[in-house]
């Protein structure tokens, strides 16, 4: 890496939340953050994003941090599957739409006809707007008139970067996500951008490293920075790719990192592209310098969020050796999906298995059994070695730890403390990845051989029947 700056500020938009922090790019530490619910807005033609709430979060954010710690440059990080149209004088000529909202049956089907093969694009058909051309798609289908003002499409990451330095892209992080609109091989535009007629207006793609230019002088002086300090933006990436990117700087191949928050990203790095299945939620994400990563996906965080909602808070521990007994002991345990339509059994619903009766703490723990299988299947698709990072929020859940260590046979490391994405974000302006032998202890994997390998049987066997 190049020497980065002192300090950048990230803008990290999740599905979920938003935040605003300033990292020391030296040492990777988080200096300050700033949070926000990202609010999805229901009415106008579709639900959509709170641009306006989520531009002034940020610019109000960078207001309180001008001064201390301070920041000397800024980069973005967003979720996928999001674009902005923007019209002749660079507003939005309709709103971000939210990927979770679905479209008529009739739009999809024939949006189904013009889609590229899997082959081309390493981009599975995914559920509503997952995939970013069914959006435009729909956009363009049900909304003629709206569409026809449009003269510049970005993706989302890049509409935050350009909003601050005047020069709008699309970037291969964010085209690479299950798009449909990339073509990973020949690192361009897929077939479907022609199809959709979308050739002139789609953004020229640039660098995730990038700095598409300084913060404009107008917002400099709202946010309060010297008239003589400039700021460069850079262009930003997808969240989950950003994730990676500490990763690939600071470790050799194969290993598997597995980014957390409302969806569960498993990256295989040195795994097989060829393995690749797209009825199971398994695609190519395109890394920050253009590569294909085998990956897969599943809504874990959502999943555990719908599934705990009205428990007790409990502290996720593998130390509890008699309440995993008990679990494995009865054959307890919860079959997938909990959010259908995606993940490595898409099709399938949920059923709780020998449940009745069970205390809210066994409930739990099978939860994150739950969890530790349905990562571990992902990871299974991917056919990569090697050690397996979690990262975020699960990270800190040492039941689910434990069983993914045991059920996938493989060394778990916790990556505890700050998101990777806003870290990854921060490391597009340069500065220090954390190094390999920085890493937390292995994680300790639960119960004995014997016990996890019929517990996982079962499971599979069970979800066998089923289908």
């Not at 579709?46 to 954010?61: N, R």
């Not at 939005?92 to 009739?106: I, K, M, W």
């Not at 970037?171 to 990339?182: A, Q």
Request: charged share 20%; proline share 6%.
């Amino acid at each position: 890496m190049t020497q980065g700056a002192g300090k950048v500020a990230v803008f990290d938009v999740g599905k979920t939340n938003a935040k605003l922090v300033v990292y020391d790019t030296a040492s990777g530490r988080e200096l300050v953050s700033h949070r926000m619910t990202n609010r999805v807005v229901s009415h106008g033609p579709y639900p959509h994003y709170d641009t306006d709430a989520l531009w002034a979060f940020l610019i109000a954010s960078l207001k309180a941090v001008a001064e201390t710690p301070g920041f000397d440059a800024i980069s973005v990080t967003t979720h996928g599957a999001a674009a902005a149209l923007l019209d002749e004088q660079g507003e939005l000529a309709l709103p971000v739409l939210d990927y979770e909202h679905d479209y008529p049956q009739e739009i999809q089907a024939d949006y189904d006809r013009i889609r590229p093969d899997f082959a081309e694009t390493f981009s599975p058909r995914l559920s509503m707007g997952l995939n970013l051309g069914a959006q435009l798609h729909y956009q363009k289908t049900a909304f003629p008139n709206e569409f026809a003002r449009v003269r510049t499409i970005v993706t989302y990451a890049q509409y935050w970067s350009g909003r601050l330095s005047a020069r709008f892209a699309t970037e291969v992080t964010s085209l690479g996500c299950h798009t449909d609109l990339w073509n990973p091989a020949l690192g361009r535009f897929s077939t479907l951008v022609e199809a959709l007629d979308l050739s002139g207006l789609m953004a020229p793609v640039h660098s995730a490293f990038e700095a598409l230019g300084p913060l404009l002088a107008p917002l400099a002086k709202e946010i309060g920075l010297d008239a003589d300090q400039e700021i460069p933006v850079h262009c930003g990436i997808h969240d989950s790719n950003a994730s990676l990117l500490p990763h690939l700087i600071g470790r050799e191949s194969p290993f598997s990192v597995v980014s957390t928050g409302t969806w569960v990203v498993s990256f295989g790095v040195g795994g097989d592209l060829g393995r690749l299945d797209p009825a199971r939620d398994t695609l190519a994400n395109v890394d920050a310098y253009g590569r294909a990563v085998p990956s897969a996906r599943f809504m874990g965080g959502r999943e555990y969020e719908m599934l705990t909602s009205d428990m007790e808070p409990v502290q996720a521990k593998a130390s509890d050796a008699a309440l995993i007994q008990a679990v494995i002991a009865r054959g307890m345990m919860l079959l997938p999906s909990v959010v259908p339509g995606c993940g490595p059994f898409p099709g399938m619903t949920a059923a709780w298995v020998s449940a009745d009766g069970a205390s809210g703490a066994e409930r739990h723990a099978a939860i994150c059994l739950y969890l530790a299988l349905m990562t571990r299947e992902s990871l299974r698709l991917l056919n990569a070695g090697g050690p397996i990072l979690v990262e975020g929020p699960f990270a800190k859940n040492g039941l689910y730890l434990s069983a993914l260590s045991a059920f996938s046979g493989r060394s778990v490391l916790a990556l505890e403390g700050s998101t990777g994405t806003s870290l990854g974000a921060a490391l597009l302006a340069g500065g220090t990845a954390p190094k390999a032998s920085e890493d937390p202890a292995v994680v300790t994997p639960l119960g004995t051989p014997a016990e996890i390998e019929t517990y996982q049987r079962l499971w599979l066997e069970r979800i066998a029947a089923r289908c």
